[in-house]
């Protein structure tokens, strides 16, 4: 069990240009959480999969953001069109999918964006 | 958007004193935990309690739960230097969200 990494763990981007984070998740855990967290704040939900099924996704969560878990492993998160606004880290975290494990998730390091 | 706020925002102690962090939430919840984030580091898992519970321990850390106020406490007792950390509450319903974070430094 090597945790969850998260690649890069930096980038930065110009504005109006596309980025894709990918996440691995601890393989025995079957759910996938994405996140994003500003300075000062705490993570704020963008979504998460079960196996490779999205779940949930905020409703903050703007239409040039998108998330895939196609095979139920790993994940990418891709925001098209970049704003400054967009700067933060994103965070990873993934869980066992039964009984109370479901909800202890274990986070990566995160992904720094630097939109510029 | 933030579901809880986690008071107070900061918080000094000396080494050996017990720190206390409440959190308040909005809606309905599944359960409530308790993450800790270091500088720099990532977010750890410290303690689940389930809405029907109303306390909950593990080690030097003690959590209730007030469902009726929206409300959740840790304690943590008898505090190290390598406490010094920001802790979350988060909730979990349908989506997951965590408060605003209480900011904890410990003086060795």
């Known amino acids: 069990d090597t945790g969850v990494s998260q690649d890069p763990r930096h980038k930065i981007t110009k504005r109006g240009q596309n980025v894709t984070f990918r996440c691995d998740p601890i393989s025995e855990h079957n759910r996938l959480y994405w996140y994003r967290q500003t300075l000062g704040q705490g993570p704020e939900f963008l979504t998460y999969f079960q196996n490779e099924a999205q779940l949930e996704k905020s409703r903050l969560l703007s239409d040039r953001f998108s998330a895939e878990r196609p095979k139920g492993s790993f994940s990418t998160l891709e925001i098209q069109r970049t704003e400054q606004g967009d700067s933060a880290m994103y965070l990873c975290?993934?869980?066992?999918?039964?009984?109370?494990?479901?909800?202890?998730?274990?986070f990566g390091p995160g992904t720094r964006l630097t939109v510029t | 958007s933030q579901q809880g706020e986690e008071d107070p925002q900061a918080l000094s102690i000396q080494e050996g004193e017990n720190a206390t962090m409440n959190c308040s939430y909005k809606?309905?919840?599944?359960?409530l935990q308790w993450y800790r984030q270091n500088s720099g580091r990532g977010l750890v898992h410290l303690i689940l309690i389930r809405s029907n519970e109303r306390e909950k321990h593990s080690g030097r850390l003690r959590v209730t739960l007030d469902t009726s106020k929206k409300s959740s406490s840790l304690l943590i007792t008898a505090s190290r230097a390598a406490d010094t950390a920001s802790y979350f509450c988060a909730t979990a319903f349908a989506q997951f969200y965590f408060g605003t974070g209480t900011s904890l430094t410990v003086i060795p």
């Open positions: 975290a993934s869980s066992l999918g039964f009984m109370d494990r479901e909800y202890e998730q274990y």
């Open positions: 809606t309905s919840i599944n359960n």
